[in-house]
């Protein structure tokens, strides 16, 4: 089974901040990473989609990169509404998620 | 508007039984793959299992293999998890989720809202 790593598992940001999370897996998985956004109560939102190409819909200051076992979402400008628990997850063999990374804004 | 709507959790003893159930809407269900994935409280996410379209094709997660059974009916636009012999460690919210179909792999554009399964005497 493929292990996904983030880094960090928290952090705290401030409005404006440009904010990135990494990801990394125990084998190679080519370009087949996706970054999911869940806040408290509710279903994870998917944000980006084979490591780098926006979903329908999410704001333009997201974005994602990398390609083999180290990977990399970025948020250009904080916003208030992007504090939540960031996922990756890989779909080069059978799904698996990293462990969350939690974003707090200041 | 894609919806998906869990249904069926509750509490149940350990080695007891559940079967979830997602309703679908706003788009044809016999097309997509369909999985389960769940969250144990304060916990990340954890796939559970996939479905393709017409029901041929079935995966597990090493730790509900034998226990749990993934199904379908597309004339009903339902998915099912049929969970037994269940243990603490499976009290989770369960999510039923639709792939997209555009990752190259599994990825999940839709989630329903969540069913929440405790498991305890």
């Known amino acids: 089974d493929i292990q996904m790593t983030q880094s960090p598992s928290s952090l705290s940001a401030s409005v404006g901040d440009r904010v990135t999370i990494t990801c990394r897996a125990s084998q190679s998985i080519n370009r087949f990473l996706n970054w999911y956004q869940q806040k408290p109560g509710k279903a994870p939102k998917l944000l980006i989609y084979a490591a780098s190409s926006l979903h329908s819909g999410v704001p333009s200051r997201f974005s994602g990169s990398g390609s083999g076992t180290d990977f990399t979402l970025t948020i250009s400008s904080l916003q208030p509404e992007d504090s939540a628990t960031y996922y990756c997850q890989q779909s080069y063999s059978t799904p698996s998620f990293g462990q969350g990374t939690k974003l707090e804004i200041k | 508007e894609v919806q998906l709507v869990e249904s069926g959790g509750g509490l149940v003893q350990p080695g007891g039984s559940l079967r979830l159930s997602c309703a679908a809407s706003?788009?044809?269900?016999?097309?997509?793959?369909m999985h389960w994935v769940r969250q144990a409280p304060g916990k990340g996410l954890v796939w559970v299992s996939r479905?393709?379209?017409?029901?041929?094709?079935?995966s597990y997660a090493d730790s509900v293999r034998g226990r749990f059974t993934i199904s379908r009916d597309n004339a009903r636009n339902t998915l099912y998890l049929q969970m037994s012999s269940l243990r603490a460690e499976d009290t989770a919210v369960y999510y039923c989720a639709r792939d997209s179909g555009y990752c190259g792999g599994d990825c999940y554009n839709s989630w329903g809202q969540g069913t929440l399964v405790t498991v305890s005497s």
């Open positions: 479905i393709n379209s017409d029901g041929s094709s079935i």
């Open positions: 706003g788009f044809t269900f016999s097309s997509y793959w």
